[in-house]
């Protein structure tokens, strides 16, 4: 008897906001982008507690980078991690994922090298620079996990895409791709 009243419904597993793992984002690369997130937040903060310094600039450009990577970080985080990756109009996701995750790796190291090589030498800025090293050593982590499991998002694949991720020939209607590739008659 408890077969036939049994429940009829399945749970919509698309229904949840929060989706990880995603097509875009597994449990490993959103581990490693809350660890981006918190460390270049705390490089951030320790920064921003540093009350004077001998040669701001260095302090400045480490501040930007820091905060940069903090903010943009947070949100491609939650653009990945939910579902509003697919109402921003991006079709190009792990491109754009690679690239800002490799930059914000070169800019950490740049701004770390410099920051260390021009301050005072108190505690702050050294723990700055440290979490300026660790939040890079993320963005490098994250860059090898997604090499390592998805490959090189720049692969010449040789597949043409449209703007919705179908390519052009698949998309138009049997006949329409000869039109399309001779021109009007």
Excluded at 56 to 67: N, T
Aim: hydrophobic share 50%.
């Amino acid at each position: 008897m408890s077969e036939v009243y049994s429940a009829t419904t399945a749970p919509n597993p698309k229904s949840s906001c929060f989706t990880v793992p995603s097509e875009h984002l597994d449990r490993t690369r959103f581990f490693l982008k809350v660890m981006q997130v918190l460390l270049s937040f705390l490089a951030f903060l320790l920064e921003e507690v540093v009350n004077s310094c001998i040669s701001c600039s260095a302090l400045y450009f480490f501040e930007f980078v820091s905060c940069t990577a903090f903010l943009f970080t947070l949100l491609l985080l939650i653009l990945l991690a939910t579902t509003l990756h697919d109402r921003v109009g991006v079709t190009c996701w792990p491109r754009l994922d690679f690239v800002y995750s490799a930059s914000i790796a070169l800019m950490l190291f740049i701004s770390s090298v410099i920051f260390a090589a021009d301050n005072s030498g108190s505690r702050l800025e050294t723990s700055a620079v440290v979490f300026g090293f660790l939040a890079m050593l993320a963005f490098l982590a994250d860059l090898s996990v997604f090499v390592k499991t998805r490959g090189f998002p720049f692969k010449s694949g040789g597949k043409a895409e449209s703007s919705n991720g179908v390519s052009a020939a698949a998309d138009a209607a049997p006949g329409e791709t000869d039109k399309l590739a001779n021109g009007p008659e």
